[in-house]
């Protein structure tokens, strides 16, 4: 099978209080970008990767794709105004895929065996798939003052993360049907198609304040031989 992966990377992204966009912010060395597609390629289930970026940061990606091993073709595009128009653009760009992942590049310590993991419950026949953690924390609604309005039962809750994986013929029909959604088996879901779930892993976390990058250091450091 022809499995691509798209890495939205075109949010500026600001909120880690550095002046670039989040995947070309540095960690421990390489940018987000960088160990993201490490991971992704170190799964050795891809075929294909399209990394979609700013304008004026194609020639920065490119240089940066350049340094990545591995055989695999990475392609670069321009990315949209919403996280959907620039998952739209990659689309355009694996027409031939069977499975298509989308992955953040935020995500950049996702460890290798989640991504496999992903693609294997695909190509078994899952249309649409996420990795997901437990909510560890009590989970209250809130009214507008914040008042507590009830408790949600943990227990059927789930956190969710990335590479989200799909059939492609899915994924278009959800990016052709809907415009706007955080996260694209949101849109899937609209389509009435079931979305399941496979493990996900800690260090797969979103790195979105200045205290996930002091995590990710240590996640880092932990992980020197
Ligand atoms: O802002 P947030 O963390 O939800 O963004 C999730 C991912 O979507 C990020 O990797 C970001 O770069 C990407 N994105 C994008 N195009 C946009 C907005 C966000 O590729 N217009």
Redesign the pocket.
Known sequence: AYVAAL???????L?LGENL???FVDLSGRTLLDRALDGLLASGALSQVVV???GPLVDRTREICARVAGDVPIDVVV?????????RAGLRAVDRADVVLVH???RCLTPPETVARVVDAVLAGSPAVVPVLPVVDTMKSVDADGVVTGTVDRASLRSVQTPQGFDADVLRRAHAAADHA?DDAGLVERLGVPVTTVPGHPEAF?I?TPMDLVLARAVLAARQP
């Open positions: 890495v939205p990377a075109a949010g500026m992204g909120r966009p989040k995947a979609v970026v700013p990315g949209g105004a919403e996280r959907a128009d620039s998952v953040d590049a935020a955080t979103k979105t």
